[in-house]
């Protein structure tokens, strides 16, 4: 079992920057796969992009591709999602997931976080 805990969220103005965490407990090893979501008010949570844990490979949706990155430390079994040029879209309540499946994928997850808010103000 895997339980995940997102941190960092904020209040930022547009243009600024955050970084995010989700600590994961529990066995977290190279077969797995970590993805990070969002979902805005009255909105379906959408994709953000996702990591291997093993290769750091990634992918990420077009909306954040060149904004965001995302990296992970083995050591502290802790994923992060930096975000940079913030823009007020990108608020939203954002969450960790995790598989047992080395593939970057959209979709399939089986853990999660329950979320950390991001509030970007214009």
């Known amino acids: 079992q895997v339980q995940l805990v997102e941190s960092g969220g904020g209040l930022v103005q547009a243009g600024g920057s955050l970084r995010l965490a989700c600590a994961a407990s529990?066995?977290?090893?190279?077969?797995?796969?970590m993805g990070w979501f969002r979902q805005a008010p009255g909105k379906e949570r959408e994709f953000v992009g996702s990591i291997l844990w093993s290769a750091r490979s990634t992918s990420y949706a077009d909306s954040v591709k060149g904004r965001f990155t995302i990296s992970r430390d083995s050591a502290k079994n802790t994923v992060y999602l930096q975000m940079n040029s913030l823009k007020p879209e990108d608020t939203a309540v954002y969450y960790c997931a995790a598989v047992a499946y080395p593939t970057l994928r959209r979709d399939g997850y089986d853990y999660w976080g329950p979320g950390t808010q991001v509030t970007v103000s214009s």
């Open positions: 529990g066995r977290i090893y190279s077969a797995y796969t």
